[in-house]
């Protein structure tokens, strides 16, 4: 598969990822983020339901999302605009320059930006979110690791060895066993991971 055209798929309204709510797993995970009060970051935030979720959890913290769609990033603007802690970036995660100024990262919340990153960016997707995060720090989401061989989703679904492999250098990794509340659509494909940087 080629890189995703991904302002073209929200122009167009073509986006299944898009369920209008924050991931429903969100709710049983946020008390890991609350370890320190440090901003929180949602790379691809898409159009902000997973923001507005951390921003009603903590009305006092710095939440900070990043997408490459201008469309999407003006949805999320829109959808947080009651809370002024929320800043939304119109950037690429991988430029941190860009978008995360002087704030103290304590903790990234994932979900369907490591699968929508291409597989060559791995690595640069775990040295990132490595760098970015103090000892201590949460990257906590979740990821495509259970997916048929077959079945490449959405778009980039990663095994869980590989997943394990490319992190387990720098983070202590918890894997959930699947039985997490999800969407209906999402059963069985995916896995809470929570890693805490070494
Ligand atoms: C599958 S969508 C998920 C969006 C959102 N997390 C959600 O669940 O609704 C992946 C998102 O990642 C964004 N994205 C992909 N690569 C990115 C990058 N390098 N930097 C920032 N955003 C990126 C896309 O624009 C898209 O909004």
Redesign the pocket.
């Known amino acids: 598969m080629n890189e995703?055209d991904?302002?073209s798929r929200?122009q167009n309204a073509d986006?299944p990822?898009?369920?209008g709510e924050c991931?429903p797993a969100l709710t049983g995970l946020i008390h890991r983020f609350a370890t320190n009060e440090a901003a929180i970051i949602?790379?691809?935030?898409?159009?902000g339901?997973?923001l507005l979720a951390l921003a009603k959890e903590f009305p006092a913290r710095v939440l900070i999302g990043?997408?490459?769609?201008l469309s999407?990033v003006l949805a999320a603007r829109e959808l947080c605009a009651d809370f002024p802690n929320v800043q939304v970036h119109h950037?690429?995660?991988?430029e941190t320059t860009s978008w995360l100024g002087n704030y103290l990262v304590g903790a990234i919340w994932e979900?369907?930006?490591f699968?929508?990153?291409p597989p060559a960016l791995r690595d640069d997707y775990a040295k990132s979110v490595s760098q970015l995060l103090p000892a201590g720090g949460i990257l906590g989401g979740v990821f495509f690791t259970d997916m048929d061989d077959e079945k490449s989703g959405?778009p980039w679904n990663c095994q869980l060895d590989e997943l394990k492999q490319r992190f387990a250098g720098s983070f202590a990794i918890e894997i959930g066993d699947g039985s997490h509340a999800t969407f209906p659509s999402r059963q069985g494909e995916e896995r809470v991971i929570v890693m805490t940087k070494i």
Request: negative net charge; proline residues 6%; charged residues 20%.
């Open positions: 995703v991904w302002e929200y986006t990822w898009d369920k991931h949602v790379p691809g935030c898409g159009r339901w997973d990043v997408d490459l769609s999407a950037a690429d995660f991988f979900h369907t930006c699968c929508a990153i959405p």
